[in-house]
């Protein structure tokens, strides 16, 4: 199950959202180079990644800040801009724009403390926007439950896709982060933060609680139906060119 857009646009330019997207992507091909020379790599990581045992040893603060705009490779990169695009632009709609800059940045910050805390010896680098774009994401699930996200789904031969309801996806997804933080509790994952996924999801529901409930709580949810204020895009039915050629009697 993978998301491959929402149906609600934002009612103004997400900037942020847009500058982030940029932002990720021009850093990245700022030291793509360094994939082909893992010396060169490693020393680039070690000093910008969050290293949890670096941390803890009272250095490398801006590291928080810094390792979300890292990533591992392109399908790291690729899926995590995917994600922002996708529910990044209601949020500052809902936020504001220094307001949603402000929580994204919060939610990594949160999101790697989450994965120093278990490990906080540990020297392996940890990169990625992934523990802010899940806040992101669990602060949609809390404000818009029943918006619809468009998911392609491929299971072996069947590829499709449909559209379901955000909470849906985003609980299905968070379920998955769960049990593997539990699984890997205190292990490097096999190369994912998943602990990370797990804190900055649950970072982005807390900070938007009191949002949320400042806007009615479950008043907010009857009066927009459980999705952003606005009128969905309607997405068209595809439909081929090819004519239909009717049997002769």
């Not at 459980?226 to 090819?242: K, V």
């Amino acid at each position: 199950m993978f998301p491959i857009r929402d149906h609600n646009p934002s009612n103004g330019t997400p900037f942020v959202t847009y500058a982030l997207i940029a932002l990720n992507i021009l850093v990245f091909l700022g030291y793509a180079g360094t994939f082909t020379d893992e010396a060169r790599l490693v020393a680039f990581f070690d000093q910008w990644a969050l290293i949890p045992a670096r941390l803890t040893a009272g250095e490398g603060y801006a590291t928080l800040i810094t390792s979300m705009f890292l990533h591992g490779g392109l399908l790291h990169i690729a899926g995590n801009m995917l994600f922002l695009w996708i529910f990044g632009d209601n949020l500052e709609d809902a936020f504001g724009h220094i307001g949603f800059l402000a929580f994204y940045l919060a939610c990594g910050v949160l999101a790697g403390l989450a994965q120093v805390w278990p490990a906080p010896e540990s020297t392996v680098p940890m990169v990625g926007a992934s523990g802010a774009i899940a806040g992101v994401m669990g602060a949609y699930l809390l404000l818009y439950p029943r918006a619809r996200v468009d998911i392609l789904v491929i299971l072996i031969v069947f590829i499709r896709i449909i559209a379901l309801p955000a909470w849906v996806m985003l609980g299905f997804w968070f379920a998955i982060q769960l049990v593997n933080s539990y699984t890997s509790f205190g292990l490097d994952g096999g190369g994912v933060a998943h602990l990370a996924h797990s804190g900055g999801f649950a970072a982005g529901l807390l900070l938007t609680l009191p949002y949320w409930l400042r806007a009615g709580g479950p008043g907010f949810w009857r009066r927009n139906h459980g999705a952003p204020p606005h009128a969905p895009t309607p997405i068209p039915r595809r439909t081929t060119s090819i004519p239909t050629v009717r049997r002769r009697r």
